[in-house]
């Protein structure tokens, strides 16, 4: 199926959770490991507590990521630091040459590259960068095969925004690009030459329009997703070609989830949509593209909302479709398809799940992953033809060599009846230990099983860690998402975390008096939430980039999230006219409650939650003598991208979970490189 939207939605609120998880999943490799100190933790002897693993090995760079085929299977490119700046850049070989071949085609020396493709003409690597975290993503090409050439950015202009970009088989010199270049409050899209670098305005927004879609045989814009600002309703337009006029096909009021996948092979007179409407979870459907009648009802998960839809790119039937209730599943009409998966689910581990990252535009040749919980992913190129598999790399080898801890999948129940999906991973599955709860970013996000460096991090130093998927996650329904609505702070949002945390201590799982609520972005207002409104039931938290007022959050947005700021205002609660509302939730607002001490990291340029967030609640702690640290990174956004940065906040706060929480730690150095600042301590000196 052609990626129509590839890197879409940038701007769109659950992508927080993703940002957040490649922003403190990487570290550097620059450095040794110190030597460490070991304070047992729970009671265990040190003598029987396992190898204590290097913060360099679970968080540095991975050795290898991204693989990719190119459409026409010559050349294979992946993701690697660079050799002498340990930068994550894009490196190139020959799909026949030995790994060792591959050479390092960009050469980005400060944040990492972590979004890259082929282009179609399997010669150009298009990437995505921003500049020190501000999300002002530029796109870039470069011709892999000249040797001496430059990326080029596709995409100039000061505070430019690329959100998607669309490429298609059947036009391999042209993509698609949605930029804010004409107006910074949306997107319009241009159609680009990438060889040339020749880019023209192809369709104008009209202010309301959030998204768009292309119909693959004609490759023009044809889709367009809309968001009423009165109602916060998403209504999806369609047109017959560039030539007509635009019209509504399906309107989908606020509470309802759904949008068009892709256009049928019949010059886009039937399509096939995600619907809520009329059911709890959404379906895959088949409609008519003029009328909006349904046509047909292919797949309706129960518990679960549909996930990938994989389409024959040429026939555009549906192939598979994939859900997600607590582990992957699939749902195949391919059998031939089918029968590769279960030919790779053979091989793969035990437990573990198949993905399937790349296939050449033929698909005689794939790169797959397998991916288990308790170890680093292992790729193979899998002959589609022979049905074998040959070992391509693993992500992080050095992983390898340590015991990791499985994740579990469990089921919690709330005090009002519902059932929360959540992921366990126990340093002990025998006793209690001191729990981590780890909060999930968005909120309109989800956690997921797999590998978790985080997780094996605190499984390592003595810690269970617990993730849930508190109402409002995405996933599971409308009903379930909207549960959430209203909810934040002192709501039934946080009320979920809470009873996860006394489930846990039931089950015999965590220490009472040893929880530490740890998160980014929303998981880090849900840390302060946490401490401000259920004061007593944790020993400390770690706040990552999360807002502390909720109003001054929203006056900050970046102006491109103009169209969904009504929306975020029906979920959350109109803080703009209730000052009271506001109050109520800022965790701001109630510092005094505060008795467990805090750790804060922020980057300076972050566009989502602004650093006076961070900054007012710290400073607020620190005028009433409640103990808080804050760390400050003025080269970093929303996360930590930079490896010296990122090694640098993680060694703290294992230094602060060891102080508080009893476990184990390993000595900490500041990495030289690190840009770490102390606003708190900074202002004791003047």
Known sequence: MVQRKFFSQLLALGVLALLLQVAFSFSSTNHQPQSTKVVPASGSAEDLSPPLIPREV????????????????????????????????????????????????????SRGIRMARWAEDSKTILYMQDVEGDENFHLWAINVEQKDEQ???????????????????????????????????????????????????????????????????????????????????????????????????ITFPYGEEGGLVDFCADNGKTGYLKSSLGRETTALIKVDLQTGETLEEIFAPEKCNCGGVTIDEDTKEIRAVTYNYARTERKFWDTQLEKDYEVLQSMAPDGAEVVCLSRTKDESMW???????????????????????????????????????????????????????????????????????????????????GFNAQAQWFANRGYATLQVNYRGSTGYGKTFLHKGDKQWGVGDMQHDLTDAVEWAIKQGIAQKDKVCIYGGSYGGYACLAGLTFTPDLYACGVDIVGPSNIKTLLDSIPPYWGPLRNGMLIKIGDVDSDEEFNRKISPLFHVDKIKAPLLIGQGANDPRVKQAEADQIAFSMQEKGIPVEYVLYPDEGHGFARPDNRIDFNGRAEQFLAKHLGGRAEEFEAPKGSTAVFPLLEQQTK
């Open 367 to 449: 790169i797959v992953g397998f991916v288990r919980s308790d170890g680093p992913t292992e790729y193979f190129v899998y002959n589609q033809k022979e049905k074998t598999t040959k070992p391509l790399f693993v992500s992080k080898p050095d992983l390898l060599d340590y015991t990791l801890a499985k994740m579990d999948d469990v089921r919690i129940p709330t005090r009002d009846g519902l059932e929360l999906v959540a992921y366990l991973t126990r340093a002990n599955p025998k006793e209690p230990t001191p729990l981590i709860l780890l909060v999930h970013g968005g909120p309109w996000a989800r956690d997921s099983w």
């Open 151 to 249: 990326a080029r950015d596709l995409t100039p202009g000061e505070n430019v925004k690329v959100s998607s970009l669309m490429t298609n088989k059947r036009f391999p010199n042209e993509i698609m690009i949605a930029t804010n270049a004409r107006d910074e409050k949306c997107f319009d899209m241009y159609r680009c030459n990438y060889k040339t670098g020749e880019l023209s305005l192809d369709t104008e927004n009209p202010g309301d329009v959030v998204g768009w879609g292309s119909e693959d045989f004609s490759f023009e814009i044809r889709e367009a997703v809309v968001r009423n600002q009165k109602d916060s309703s998403t209504t999806i337009r369609v047109r017959d070609s560039a030539r007509d006029e635009w019209r509504d096909l």
């Open 58 to 109: 679970l968080f540095g760079n991975p050795k290898y990521a991204s693989p990719q085929l190119s459409p026409d299977g010559t050349y294979l490119s992946f993701l690697a630091p660079s050799p002498e700046k340990d930068v994550l850049n894009v490196f190139v070989k020959k799909t026949a040459e030995p790994l060792e071949a591959a050479r390092m085609v960009t050469n980005d020396t």
